[in-house]
Protein backbone atom coordinates (compact mmCIF):
# COMPACT_ATOMS: atom_id res chain seq x y z
CA UNK A 1 0.00 0.00 0.00
CA UNK A 2 1.34 3.22 -1.16
CA UNK A 3 2.05 5.27 2.02
CA UNK A 4 -1.15 7.78 2.68
CA UNK A 5 -2.13 11.22 3.67
CA UNK A 6 -4.98 12.33 5.46
CA UNK A 7 -5.59 15.91 5.22
CA UNK A 8 -8.47 17.43 6.95
CA UNK A 9 -9.42 21.31 6.58
CA UNK A 10 -10.75 22.47 10.36
CA UNK A 11 -11.76 25.69 11.48
CA UNK A 12 -13.33 25.51 14.78
CA UNK A 13 -13.65 21.15 15.33
CA UNK A 14 -12.38 21.39 18.44
CA UNK A 15 -15.43 19.27 19.87
CA UNK A 16 -15.11 16.77 16.92
CA UNK A 17 -11.37 16.06 16.41
CA UNK A 18 -10.58 13.99 19.53
CA UNK A 19 -13.23 10.94 18.10
CA UNK A 20 -12.29 11.55 14.54
CA UNK A 21 -8.58 11.82 14.58
CA UNK A 22 -8.56 8.65 16.91
CA UNK A 23 -10.65 6.55 14.67
CA UNK A 24 -8.62 7.46 12.07
CA UNK A 25 -5.09 6.95 13.69
CA UNK A 26 -6.99 3.26 14.70
CA UNK A 27 -8.19 2.68 11.08
CA UNK A 28 -4.56 3.79 9.23
CA UNK A 29 -1.48 3.78 11.86
CA UNK A 30 1.27 4.39 9.05
CA UNK A 31 -0.53 7.32 7.55
CA UNK A 32 0.20 10.83 8.06
CA UNK A 33 -2.61 12.49 9.61
CA UNK A 34 -2.02 16.17 8.79
CA UNK A 35 -4.73 18.85 10.12
CA UNK A 36 -4.95 22.17 8.39
CA UNK A 37 -6.31 24.57 11.33
CA UNK A 38 -7.99 27.76 8.86
CA UNK A 39 -8.07 30.21 11.55
CA UNK A 40 -9.50 28.88 14.75
CA UNK A 41 -10.16 30.42 17.65
CA UNK A 42 -11.17 27.42 19.77
CA UNK A 43 -7.99 25.87 19.82
CA UNK A 44 -8.02 23.58 17.22
CA UNK A 45 -4.63 23.46 16.05
CA UNK A 46 -3.00 23.01 19.60
CA UNK A 47 -5.42 20.24 20.37
CA UNK A 48 -5.23 18.42 17.05
CA UNK A 49 -1.02 18.76 17.76
CA UNK A 50 -1.76 16.84 21.40
CA UNK A 51 -3.82 14.02 19.63
CA UNK A 52 -0.56 13.43 17.45
CA UNK A 53 -1.65 15.30 14.26
CA UNK A 54 0.52 17.37 12.37
CA UNK A 55 -0.30 20.75 11.97
CA UNK A 56 -0.40 23.29 9.45
CA UNK A 57 -1.52 26.84 10.89
CA UNK A 58 -3.38 29.65 8.76
CA UNK A 59 -3.27 33.14 10.51
CA UNK A 60 -6.81 33.55 9.84
CA UNK A 61 -9.17 31.97 7.97
CA UNK A 62 -8.20 31.43 4.38
CA UNK A 63 -11.14 28.95 2.87
CA UNK A 64 -11.39 25.39 2.55
CA UNK A 65 -10.40 25.11 -0.66
CA UNK A 66 -6.82 27.51 0.79
CA UNK A 67 -6.57 25.07 3.21
CA UNK A 68 -6.72 22.03 1.34
CA UNK A 69 -4.15 23.61 -1.37
CA UNK A 70 -1.82 24.03 1.78
CA UNK A 71 -2.22 20.35 2.87
CA UNK A 72 -1.80 19.05 -0.36
CA UNK A 73 1.39 20.85 -0.89
CA UNK A 74 2.67 20.00 2.42
CA UNK A 75 1.99 16.37 2.87
CA UNK A 76 4.07 13.44 2.28
CA UNK A 77 1.98 10.79 1.38
CA UNK A 78 1.37 9.18 -2.68
CA UNK A 79 -1.92 8.85 -1.74
CA UNK A 80 -4.04 11.72 -0.28
CA UNK A 81 -7.32 11.46 1.80
CA UNK A 82 -9.35 14.44 2.49
CA UNK A 83 -12.34 14.60 4.86
CA UNK A 84 -14.30 17.14 6.93
CA UNK A 85 -13.41 17.19 10.50
CA UNK A 86 -16.91 18.03 11.72
CA UNK A 87 -17.83 14.56 12.38
CA UNK A 88 -19.63 13.71 8.99
CA UNK A 89 -17.71 11.42 7.21
CA UNK A 90 -16.88 8.12 8.57
CA UNK A 91 -13.02 7.34 8.82
CA UNK A 92 -15.02 3.35 8.03
CA UNK A 93 -15.19 4.16 4.71
CA UNK A 94 -11.40 4.98 4.23
CA UNK A 95 -10.16 1.67 3.26
CA UNK A 96 -13.23 1.37 0.78
CA UNK A 97 -11.69 4.45 -1.06
CA UNK A 98 -8.52 3.28 -0.88
CA UNK A 99 -9.31 -0.27 -2.35
CA UNK A 100 -10.19 1.75 -5.63
CA UNK A 101 -6.23 2.21 -6.36
CA UNK A 102 -5.64 -1.18 -6.96
CA UNK A 103 -8.05 -1.07 -9.41
CA UNK A 104 -5.68 1.29 -11.37
CA UNK A 105 -8.65 5.01 -10.58
CA UNK A 106 -6.68 8.07 -10.21
CA UNK A 107 -9.70 9.40 -7.75
CA UNK A 108 -12.40 7.49 -5.57
CA UNK A 109 -15.10 10.05 -4.72
CA UNK A 110 -17.42 9.24 -1.53
CA UNK A 111 -21.13 9.17 -2.91
CA UNK A 112 -23.41 10.22 -0.41
CA UNK A 113 -26.61 8.86 -0.93
CA UNK A 114 -29.40 11.24 -1.66
CA UNK A 115 -31.26 10.62 1.88
CA UNK A 116 -28.32 11.99 4.00
CA UNK A 117 -27.88 15.28 2.44
CA UNK A 118 -28.41 17.72 5.18
CA UNK A 119 -31.28 19.24 3.71
CA UNK A 120 -33.82 18.66 0.70
CA UNK A 121 -32.46 22.34 -0.56
CA UNK A 122 -29.23 20.85 -0.99
CA UNK A 123 -30.44 17.69 -2.17
CA UNK A 124 -32.03 19.33 -5.47
CA UNK A 125 -28.47 21.41 -5.74
CA UNK A 126 -26.52 18.62 -5.78
CA UNK A 127 -28.80 16.90 -8.32
CA UNK A 128 -28.86 19.70 -10.79
CA UNK A 129 -24.95 20.54 -10.23
CA UNK A 130 -24.03 16.59 -11.19
CA UNK A 131 -26.33 16.93 -14.09
CA UNK A 132 -24.41 19.76 -15.17
CA UNK A 133 -21.57 18.87 -14.80
CA UNK A 134 -21.81 15.50 -16.18
CA UNK A 135 -23.00 17.14 -19.44
CA UNK A 136 -19.95 19.47 -19.49
CA UNK A 137 -17.49 16.53 -19.09
CA UNK A 138 -19.45 14.13 -20.37
CA UNK A 139 -18.79 11.24 -18.06
CA UNK A 140 -21.51 10.62 -15.36
CA UNK A 141 -21.06 12.45 -12.22
CA UNK A 142 -22.21 11.36 -8.97
CA UNK A 143 -22.27 13.32 -6.36
CA UNK A 144 -19.95 16.44 -7.55
CA UNK A 145 -19.34 18.49 -4.13
CA UNK A 146 -18.54 15.90 -1.74
CA UNK A 147 -15.35 16.75 -0.10
CA UNK A 148 -14.80 12.86 0.87
CA UNK A 149 -12.35 11.65 -1.46
CA UNK A 150 -9.08 10.13 -2.28
CA UNK A 151 -6.68 11.18 -4.73
CA UNK A 152 -3.28 9.83 -6.43
CA UNK A 153 -0.99 12.80 -5.16
CA UNK A 154 0.95 13.59 -8.24
CA UNK A 155 -2.04 13.81 -10.05
CA UNK A 156 -3.90 15.92 -7.65
CA UNK A 157 -1.05 18.58 -7.72
CA UNK A 158 -1.29 18.79 -11.11
CA UNK A 159 -4.18 21.06 -10.89
CA UNK A 160 -3.55 23.08 -7.65
CA UNK A 161 -3.35 26.35 -9.75
CA UNK A 162 -7.07 25.70 -10.28
CA UNK A 163 -8.52 25.04 -7.30
CA UNK A 164 -10.34 28.13 -5.53
CA UNK A 165 -9.94 29.02 -1.86
CA UNK A 166 -13.31 28.71 -0.77
CA UNK A 167 -15.83 25.58 -0.49
CA UNK A 168 -15.89 24.46 -4.55
CA UNK A 169 -12.21 22.73 -4.63
CA UNK A 170 -14.50 19.28 -5.13
CA UNK A 171 -15.78 20.70 -7.79
CA UNK A 172 -12.96 21.97 -9.35
CA UNK A 173 -10.99 18.85 -9.22
CA UNK A 174 -13.05 15.94 -10.04
CA UNK A 175 -14.37 18.14 -13.31
CA UNK A 176 -10.46 18.52 -14.44
CA UNK A 177 -9.82 14.98 -13.32
CA UNK A 178 -12.10 13.95 -15.58
CA UNK A 179 -11.40 16.39 -18.62
CA UNK A 180 -8.26 15.41 -17.93
CA UNK A 181 -8.72 11.68 -18.67
CA UNK A 182 -7.86 10.79 -15.02
CA UNK A 183 -9.88 7.58 -14.14
CA UNK A 184 -12.78 8.58 -11.23
CA UNK A 185 -14.80 6.12 -9.76
CA UNK A 186 -17.84 6.60 -6.92
CA UNK A 187 -18.10 5.01 -3.35
CA UNK A 188 -21.56 4.99 -2.18
CA UNK A 189 -21.16 6.56 1.50
CA UNK A 190 -23.94 7.57 3.84
CA UNK A 191 -23.03 10.88 5.23
CA UNK A 192 -23.43 11.29 8.98
CA UNK A 193 -24.79 14.04 11.06
CA UNK A 194 -22.09 16.92 12.49
CA UNK A 195 -21.06 16.79 15.67
CA UNK A 196 -23.43 19.36 18.23
CA UNK A 197 -20.95 22.09 17.99
CA UNK A 198 -20.19 22.58 14.49
CA UNK A 199 -21.64 24.01 11.72
CA UNK A 200 -21.86 24.80 8.25
CA UNK A 201 -19.88 27.34 6.78
CA UNK A 202 -21.64 26.96 3.41
CA UNK A 203 -24.68 29.10 1.95
CA UNK A 204 -26.82 27.67 -0.38
CA UNK A 205 -27.93 31.07 -2.35
CA UNK A 206 -24.22 32.17 -2.45
CA UNK A 207 -21.93 29.26 -2.92
CA UNK A 208 -24.50 28.02 -5.38
CA UNK A 209 -24.04 30.33 -7.49
CA UNK A 210 -20.41 30.06 -7.51
CA UNK A 211 -20.29 26.53 -7.96
CA UNK A 212 -22.42 26.98 -11.41
CA UNK A 213 -19.97 29.55 -12.30
CA UNK A 214 -16.66 26.92 -11.42
CA UNK A 215 -18.60 24.37 -13.40
CA UNK A 216 -18.73 26.76 -16.56
CA UNK A 217 -15.31 27.51 -15.96
CA UNK A 218 -14.10 24.40 -15.85
CA UNK A 219 -15.78 23.42 -18.34
CA UNK A 220 -14.71 25.87 -20.77
CA UNK A 221 -11.33 25.44 -19.79
CA UNK A 222 -11.38 21.61 -20.77
CA UNK A 223 -14.16 21.52 -23.10
CA UNK A 224 -15.09 24.66 -24.43
CA UNK A 225 -17.03 23.26 -27.53
CA UNK A 226 -19.48 21.58 -25.05
CA UNK A 227 -20.62 24.96 -24.03
CA UNK A 228 -20.44 27.45 -26.75
CA UNK A 229 -21.97 25.37 -29.10
CA UNK A 230 -25.40 24.91 -27.57
CA UNK A 231 -25.41 28.53 -26.97
CA UNK A 232 -24.79 28.74 -30.45
CA UNK A 233 -27.52 26.47 -31.48
CA UNK A 234 -29.77 27.82 -29.83
CA UNK A 235 -29.25 31.44 -30.58
CA UNK A 236 -28.95 30.31 -34.51
CA UNK A 237 -32.56 28.20 -34.00
CA UNK A 238 -33.96 31.69 -32.86
CA UNK A 239 -33.11 33.72 -35.28
CA UNK A 240 -34.40 31.02 -37.48
CA UNK A 241 -37.58 31.07 -35.78
CA UNK A 242 -38.06 34.60 -35.79
CA UNK A 243 -36.99 34.76 -39.91
CA UNK A 244 -39.73 32.64 -40.43
CA UNK A 245 -42.02 34.52 -38.13
CA UNK A 246 -41.91 37.66 -40.33
CA UNK A 247 -41.10 36.24 -43.66
CA UNK A 248 -44.94 34.73 -43.17
CA UNK A 249 -46.00 37.63 -41.74
CA UNK A 250 -44.87 40.84 -43.48
CA UNK A 251 -42.46 39.17 -46.30
CA UNK A 252 -39.17 40.19 -45.20
CA UNK A 253 -35.56 39.42 -43.36
CA UNK A 254 -35.80 41.85 -40.08
CA UNK A 255 -32.51 43.19 -38.69
CA UNK A 256 -33.25 41.35 -35.59
CA UNK A 257 -32.88 38.22 -37.43
CA UNK A 258 -29.44 38.92 -39.06
CA UNK A 259 -28.09 40.02 -35.14
CA UNK A 260 -28.98 36.58 -34.41
CA UNK A 261 -27.69 34.56 -36.64
CA UNK A 262 -24.18 36.65 -37.05
CA UNK A 263 -24.01 36.29 -32.88
CA UNK A 264 -24.58 32.57 -33.49
CA UNK A 265 -21.74 33.06 -35.90
CA UNK A 266 -19.43 34.65 -33.91
CA UNK A 267 -20.39 32.09 -30.69
CA UNK A 268 -19.53 28.99 -32.57
CA UNK A 269 -15.87 31.09 -33.73
CA UNK A 270 -15.38 31.95 -30.24
CA UNK A 271 -16.12 27.98 -29.13
CA UNK A 272 -13.77 26.96 -32.42
CA UNK A 273 -10.71 29.57 -30.89
CA UNK A 274 -11.30 28.59 -26.95
CA UNK A 275 -10.70 25.43 -28.01
CA UNK A 276 -7.55 25.98 -29.47
CA UNK A 277 -6.26 27.45 -26.80
CA UNK A 278 -7.33 24.78 -24.33
CA UNK A 279 -5.81 22.33 -26.43
CA UNK A 280 -2.48 24.80 -26.26
CA UNK A 281 -2.66 25.20 -22.37
CA UNK A 282 -2.99 21.57 -21.93
CA UNK A 283 -0.35 20.56 -23.88
CA UNK A 284 1.64 23.34 -22.25
CA UNK A 285 0.44 22.18 -18.54
CA UNK A 286 1.40 18.42 -19.70
Same mark, same amino acid.
Given at each position: ?????????? #???????????????????? &????????????????????????????????? @????? #???????????? /?????????????????? &?????????? /????????? &???????????? @???????????????????????????? #????????? =?????TCTMAFFRAGFPVTYVPIRAGQRHQNSRSHIRLARDGIRF????? #?????????????? +??? =??? &??????????????????????????????????? +???????????????
Open positions: MPKVSVILPA #KNEAASLPSLLTRVRQLLPE &AEILVVDDGSTDGTGDLAEALGARVIRHPYSMG @NGAAI #KNGARAACGEIF /VFMDADGQHDPEDIPRLL &AAFAQGYKMA /VGARQADTH &ASSGRRWANWIY @NRLASFMTGYPIEDLTSGFRAADAECFR #KFLYLLPNG =FSYPTLIIIF #KIGALFSPMRLFLP +IAA =FTF &ATGLAYYAYTFFSWGRLTNMSVVLFLGSLFIFLMG +ILSEQIASLHYKLHE
